[in-house]
C-alpha cells in the first residue's frame, strides 16, 4: 500500500503471548523476514522478551517475542513470567497465538491472562499446515465465543499462511504516530545477545531431558578485529559436573559441534568472519540464584 495524505502513518508495540512452543518466535521471524530469534521443537526455548521491528509503506510494528506462559517452578522461570507481563504492560496491542487442534479450556492460564489485557487483543491460531481444515472451524468458533478478541486469524507460520492477513489486522489496530526506529534498524538488542542465543540454540538442538534448560551461555569477550576474525568467548554454564561432561563429551568432541555449528550460525548472521571459543563451568544452581540471573540477563 502507497502511503498519501489520507493514509496516516501507523507505528506500535505488539506483544506476542501464547503457550510455550505454540510458534512465537518462528511467526516473529517470518514476519520481519530475518532470524532474530531461536527456535527448536523444545518448550521454554525463549526466555527474555526479544524485540524485532517492521517497517511497512505506512507502518512501523515492533515486535514483542516473549517467554511462554507457565506457571513457574524455579528464580529463572519466575522472571520469564515477569518478561511477559512486562511485555504486555509496554505493548498497544496484544497478539496471543495458540496451536491449531490444541482447544483452549475455559480456565487455560494463557485466556486468564488474556482478561487482565486492557489492550486490543488479536488470536493466531498457528500450526493449520498440520490439520485438515474442517477440524479447524469448532476450534475458531470456540475462540469467537470467548469474547476475547477483536479477530481470530488462523496462520501457519513456518509455511508463511494467512501472514497477510494477519498483518493488515494488526496494521489497522495500531496508533497514528511516527515510527520509534530507523527504517533499516532490525531490533534494539547488541549483536552479543544474540550471539550466546545463537549458540544457547544449538544446544536445545543437539541434547535431551534436562540439559538444554540447565543451560545458559554468557558472552565473556566479544572483540570486533576490521581486517580479521572477531574474537568471541562464551562461557556456558550448567548446574552439575555430569552435565558439564555431556556438553563436553568424549575427547570434547560434543562441545567441538556446538563450536563449529555455532561459529557457523553467528558468522551468517554478522556477515563476518568469527574466531568462537567455548569454556564449559558449573554454578550449582544457577536457575535459583538471583546474583547469576541477573549477571546473565535474566533480571
Known amino acids: 500500500m502507497s502511503r ?34 531461536i527456535v527448536s521443537p523444545k518448550p521454554q526455548t525463549t526466555r527474555r522478551r526479544v524485540l524485532g521491528i517492521l517497517n511497512g509503506t505506512d507502518y512501523q510494528v515492533i515486535l514483542l517475542d516473549t517467554p511462554g506462559w507457565l506457571t513457574p517452578k524455579y528464580l529463572l522461570q519466575k522472571a520469564m513470567t515477569q518478561a511477559v507481563e512486562a511485555a504486555l504492560a509496554d505493548a498497544d496491542l496484544v497478539l496471543m497465538i495458540t496451536e491449531a487442534g ?7 492460564p494463557v485466556l486468564d491472562l488474556m482478561r487482565t489485557v486492557r489492550q486490543p487483543r488479536l488470536l493466531a491460531i498457528n500450526k493449520i499446515d498440520r490439520i485438515e481444515k474442517t477440524l479447524l472451524l469448532p476450534q475458531i468458533d470456540a475462540l469467537h465465543q470467548a469474547a476475547l478478541f477483536e479477530a ?16 493488515e ?14 527504517p533499516d534498524m532490525l531490533s534494539d538488542a547488541p549483536e552479543r545477545f ?14 535431551q531431558d534436562e540439559i538444554p534448560y540447565a543451560t545458559a551461555v554468557h558472552i565473556q569477550t566479544f572483540e570486533e578485529n576490521p581486517g580479521r576474525k572477531d574474537l568471541i568467548e562464551a562461557v556456558i554454564t550448567v548446574e552439575r559436573d555430569s552435565q558439564k561432561a555431556i556438553l563436553i563429551g568424549k575427547g570434547g568432541k560434543a562441545l567441538k559441534e556446538i563450536g563449529t555449528a555455532g561459529r557457523a550460525a553467528i558468522e551468517a548472521f554478522l556477515e563476518r568472519p568469527v574466531f ?17 540471573l541477573r549477571q546473565f540477563g535474566y533480571t
Not at 4 to 33: C, Q
Not at 102 to 108: F, G, R, T
Not at 194 to 207: K, M, P
Open 194 to 207: 544474540f550471539v550466546g542465543e545463537l549458540i544457547r540454540e544449538q544446544i536445545f538442538h543437539r541434547f
Open 152 to 167: 481470530v486469524i488462523p496462520i501457519s507460520a513456518l509455511k508463511k499462511d494467512g501472514l497477510d492477513v494477519l498483518l
Open 4 to 37: 498519501t495524505s489520507d493514509t496516516p502513518f501507523r507505528s506500535g508495540y505488539v506483544a506476542l503471548a501464547g503457550r510455550p512452543n505454540v510458534g512465537k518466535s518462528t511467526l516473529m521471524n517470518a514476519l520481519i523476514a530475518e532470524k532474530l530469534a
Open 169 to 182: 489486522q494488526i496494521r489497522i489496530r495500531l496508533p497514528a504516530g511516527e515510527p520509534f526506529y530507523p
Open 102 to 108: 490444541v482447544p483452549e479450556e475455559a480456565d487455560d
Open 276 to 292: 568462537l571459543k567455548l569454556v564449559v563451568r558449573v554454578r550449582k544452581k544457577w536457575r535459583q540464584d538471583r546474583h547469576l
